[in-house]
């Protein structure tokens, strides 16, 4: 059986301890900058629809529900869809 010195293993334990904080560190910091990079691209794509006069996504979800709540209202009054 192998023996390792308990100075070698403690200076070891450390070090690998050492890594795991930093580890920690660099998880939580990825975390933070990828939710930084979400918000500016959810402002780029709000700019881009702005510049190109295109509604934005929450624009167009809402005309696509006020569309479909007309159809609604026109189907219970009789009206029938062709094509």
């Not at 059986?1 to 660099?26: H, P, Q, W």
């Not at 939580?28 to 629809?49: F, P, T, V, W």
């Not at 809402?62 to 009206?79: D, I």
Request: aromatic share 8%; glycine share 6%.
């Amino acid at each position: 059986m192998k023996t390792v010195e308990m100075d070698l293993f403690e200076k070891y334990r450390n070090e690998i301890e050492g890594l795991k904080a930093e580890n920690a560190e660099l998880r939580r910091l990825n975390h933070e900058l990828e939710q930084r990079l979400q918000d500016i691209h959810g402002e780029y794509l709000l700019l881009r629809y702005q510049f190109k006069g295109l509604p934005s996504q929450a624009e167009i979800l809402r005309l696509r529900q006020e569309m479909l709540t007309l159809k609604k209202e026109l189907r219970m009054r009789g009206w029938r869809e062709t094509g």
